[in-house]
Each structure stands twice: as structure tokens, then as C-alpha cells.
Nanobody, 130 residues
């Protein structure tokens, strides 16, 4: 059974940094792409960033471009989200998702949205406050 487990969230002051991790465990799942999404109460889950597992290409939401960096360590089966210059508006639960087909990869890594089947992690909270 495939599992995604996020870690690295926490409370940070405005202007600070965090590095989120998403580790994949289990078998029988060849993911095409992994992405980071975030969600606040009462709002839809928002695509933040994606990394294509085939060629390493990345994409970012306009609201985070220049402050967030997605990367991967294939040996550890882990994807990271480096978040710098945090702002209070970045406060949210952050989720990692993985898709296992080309259609899902296209939607996630071009449109930062979910189409088809996606495996989600349980999320990690990020709170930006002074």
C-alpha cells in the first residue's frame, strides 16, 4: 500500500523559512509527478507547486513563485518544499499528492490542479505569525 507522509511544518515568524518533506513508501505505484497543495478552513485545496518525476521540470503558483522551491531526492523517494520569506497568508495545511498517469501529471504540473486519481498524504500544518 502506497503512503505519502509529510513533515516539517510548524510555527514560524513572518520572513522565516521552513522545509517540508514528503516521503513515499510502499510498492506498486509508479508516480508520474508529485505536487504540493495547501488548504485553509472553508476553502478549496490550492495547488502550490509540482515536480515532474520524468524530467524534473517544476511549476509554481504565482502567489509563491520566487519564495518556494520544490526539489526531490530519488534515492530517498522524497520530495521537498523549501519555503522562504514566509508571509501570514501562507498559513495553511500543506499536503503532498502523487499521480500515476500522464493525464494527472499534465493537470498537476501545468495547471496545478487534480484530475483523476491522486494519492494524498495526511498534511502538515504551517502557521506564520509573530
Amino acid at each position: 500500500q502506497v503512503q505519502l507522509v509529510e513533515s516539517g511544518g510548524g510555527l514560524v515568524q513572518p520572513g522565516g523559512s521552513l522545509r517540508l518533506s514528503c516521503a513515499v513508501s510502499g510498492f506498486g505505484f509508479d508516480y508520474y509527478a508529485r505536487g504540493w497543495f495547501r488548504q485553509t478552513p472553508g476553502k478549496e485545496r490550492e495547488g502550490v507547486s509540482c515536480i515532474d518525476n520524468n524530467n524534473g521540470e517544476t511549476n509554481y503558483a504565482d502567489s509563491v513563485a520566487g519564495r518556494f522551491t520544490i526539489s526531490r531526492d530519488n534515492a530517498k523517494n522524497t520530495v521537498y518544499l523549501q519555503i522562504d520569506v514566509l508571509e501570514p497568508k501562507d498559513t495553511a495545511d500543506y499536503y503532498c499528492g502523487a499521480v500515476h498517469d500522464a493525464r494527472g501529471r499534465q493537470a498537476m504540473c501545468v495547471g496545478l490542479r487534480v484530475v483523476g486519481t491522486i494519492v494524498w498524504g495526511g498534511g502538515t500544518p504551517v502557521t506564520v505569525s509573530s
